[in-house]
């Protein structure tokens, strides 16, 4: 296990298990509902950097009614990574 980040759905810490064969993002404890781990995708870009912030803005907020938004805004800018699925599930973004 190496890199920590936290994952967009649920906002818990996620850690990177490495294998051989590539490796997954896994949840220190897996949550009820089943989702798979997905990493806030923040990086050293403008738009990491933007999500980055909005993610650190959303733990800091304590009013119901911004913390919505600001989690619209931090999946939105999500988006932009990754795709969503029929299955409702972010996948990383594929260009054809």
């Known amino acids: 296990m190496s890199p920590i980040a936290r994952c967009l759905i649920c906002r818990t810490l996620i850690c990177w298990i490495d294998c051989p064969y590539g490796g997954w993002w896994r949840h220190d404890q897996h949550p009820d ?24 803005l959303l733990s800091a907020e ?11 805004v931090l999946l939105s800018l999500a988006a932009v990574e990754f795709e969503l699925t029929d299955g409702a599930v972010l996948a990383p973004r594929t260009t054809d």
């Open 33 to 56: 509902d089943g989702h798979d781990a997905l990493p806030i995708p923040t990086s050293d870009t403008p738009l990491g950097r933007v999500t980055a912030r909005v993610d650190a």
């Open 62 to 72: 304590t009013d119901h009614e911004r913390a919505s938004y600001l989690y619209t």
